[in-house]
């Protein structure tokens, strides 16, 4: 897996170095952080080899999005389902977003998990807790994507609307998460 992650992180920073692509490098720096952060943890933290295939997966999805183009722009920009002519959406954009914090607030469950107090382990206490948890890793990657947009000019971060639409889809992939932990890790009642 590691392995994986180190020719994801080799092979798009070679092809972002060529285009001089310097919105997607200072994404790998974010990759490379949080893949050290992973490491770092995970003797301690036990993620489910799952959980860190997933991430390997985002990384991979999210880095193809910045790079592959279709059409007349990139795979980030394509429409999967059109489900609504005023917004753009439903994206690759917003699929990855999906993916990833799906993760994210899986990983956050299994930070957090060890800390909560039996009282939290309820699923309300506990579905509160861990949604908002990768809602904050989402907003997060949102602030990130506010200071690229700020350091390269003519990013393609987009706007307020884009913004909106990636909030809103970290918060399905938020609840779908909650529902496999729900179905997966806590006990039957």
Known sequence: ????????????????????????????????????????????VDYPDSVLWGLTLWAFLHMAGGNIEVGDGRLYDLILIPL??????????????I???????????????PLLQPKLKGIVSL??????????????????EFIVSILVPNSGVGGYINTSADL???????????AIILWKDQPRR
């Open 127 to 144: 579905s509160i807790v861990v949604v908002m948890a990768g809602l904050g890793v989402g907003a997060f990657n949102e602030i990130v």
């Open 168 to 178: 809103v889809a970290d918060l399905v992939g938020a609840l779908i998460a909650l």
């Open 1 to 44: 897996m590691l392995i994986a992650n180190i020719l994801i992180v080799i092979v798009f920073s070679t092809i972002y170095i060529a285009r001089q692509n310097y919105e997607f490098l200072i994404y790998i720096a974010v990759i490379i952080a949080f893949l050290l952060i992973i490491l770092a943890t995970n003797k301690k």
């Open 99 to 113: 993916i990833g914090f799906g993760i994210s607030t899986h990983i956050m469950y299994h930070l957090l998990k």
């Open 84 to 97: 609504s002519v005023t917004y753009q959406v439903f994206r690759y954009d917003q699929l990855v977003h």
